[in-house]
Nanobody, 115 residues
Framework: QGQLVASGGGLVQPGGSLRLSCAASGSAFRFKPVAWYRQAPGKERELVASFSFGRDINYADFVKGRFTVSRDKAGNTLFLQMNSLNPEDTAVYYC?????????WGQGTQVTVSS
């Protein structure tokens, strides 16, 4: 069964960096990963960064200037470069893929920012 696979999470100290990746596998290969969300314990899932209408990039205010979303040339792999991480960035990070009007969510990767 196909899925979106997110990777690159881990434990990092405040001020550190991580790079997340997301790609579709198996029968989900036609889904294009287009957005990163995150969900902290006890909080709702929130948008971090996304591509819309193909090329427009949207960032949540809380990551502007620190995070950069990008993708490979074919649009099959989505990246999230996260710099200047702080404890408030601790969450499970999810990628979302789209195929027409259909959405597919990845399993998430844990990011923990702690000293």
């Amino acid at each position: 069964q196909g899925q979106l696979v997110a990777s690159g999470g881990g434990l990092v100290q405040p001020g550190g960096s991580l790079r997340l990746s997301c790609a579709a596998s198996g029968s989900a290969f036609r889904f294009k990963p287009v957005a990163w969300y995150r969900q902290a314990p006890g909080k709702e899932r929130e948008l971090v960064a996304s591509f819309s209408f193909g090329r427009d990039i949207n960032y949540a205010d809380f990551v502007k200037g620190r995070f950069t979303v990008s993708r490979d040339k074919a649009g099959n792999t989505l990246f999230l470069q996260m710099n200047s991480l702080n404890p408030e960035d601790t969450a499970v990070y999810y990628c979302k893929g789209v195929l027409g009007s259909n959405e597919l969510w990845g399993q998430g990767t844990q990011v923990t920012v702690s000293s």
